[in-house]
């Protein structure tokens, strides 16, 4: 294994755990500017529709993906810059 991959093993972890919190925040002000309620619904929300689910369910999941991408990116580059090797 790489010493760059193995350095960037803890690094990968801790900006996991932080773009976990930060998607979790962006999806919560996503949900409120479309109008939404304050909490998502959960899936086995029984006063809440499918329609409505299903669409928090699919926001949820794209900003988290697009979240985690833009942050494990940003990890890998600075691991590259200062070892000059890339991570992956």
Do not use: C, N
């Not at 002000?29 to 479309?34: I, Y």
């Not at 998502?40 to 988290?64: H, K, N, V």
């Not at 979240?67 to 494990?72: I, P």
Request: glycine share 12%; net charge positive.
């Amino acid at each position: 294994m790489k010493a760059a991959k193995i350095a960037y093993k803890p690094v990968g972890m801790l900006l996991g755990a932080l773009s976990g919190a930060l998607a979790g925040a962006a999806f919560k002000q996503a949900w409120k500017m479309l109008g939404h309620d304050d909490d998502a619904p959960d899936a086995t929300d029984e006063e809440r529709a499918w329609r409505e689910i299903l669409i928090a369910a699919a926001l949820q999941g794209a900003i988290f993906a697009v979240v985690k991408a833009a942050v494990d990116r940003g990890g890998a580059t600075a691991i590259r810059r200062l070892t000059g090797t890339w991570p992956g």
